[in-house]
């Protein structure tokens, strides 16, 4: 594989888990660029944004998928916002094939609800701030190189061999 494969997406999408196996069944290593930052930082990502902001994370989810991108090739979930940023796009256009994982508000909201550890979903109404954020982003995941629908009924087992076969 001379490429990354890069998964973007909304939260909940299942980004991690399918990277996981994909990156398992092709042999590749696996990394997840809010892990990194966690790492890197040495704090969640809910005190990164408490403590230096979303501004300072979106700088450091620039500099980590920089370092990871020119890197070996593997699979790389990004953080849900990573792909807006006009800088990361290209970026990852440079170094990988992007895959959007394009799945519906309800889903997502079904998914994330459960423990939500989102800072951007910390609002009064938090079903209402992803609704916006979908309506914000969606026209700009549409710009991947390939697109997989993820059905709410779909194991990852079988998300990932859809995948495999775009
Ligand atoms: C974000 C998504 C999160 C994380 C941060 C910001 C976003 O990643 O990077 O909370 O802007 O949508 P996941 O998509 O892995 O939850």
Redo the contacts with the bound molecule.
Sequence with gaps: MRRHIVLI?????G??ALGTELARRLRVPFTDS?AEIETAAAMS?TEI?ARDGEGF?RDR?TQILSRILSGPPGVL??????W?QPANRSLISTHGVSVWLNCDLDTLWHRVRQRNT???LKTPDPKGTLAR?IEERYPIYGMADLVLESRPEDSVDAATSRLLDL
Excluded: Q, V, Y
């Design positions: 997406g909304m939260m909940g999408a980004k991690t809010d990502i944004f994370f989810e979930s990004t953080g849900g916002g990573a807006i989102r800072p951007l954020l």
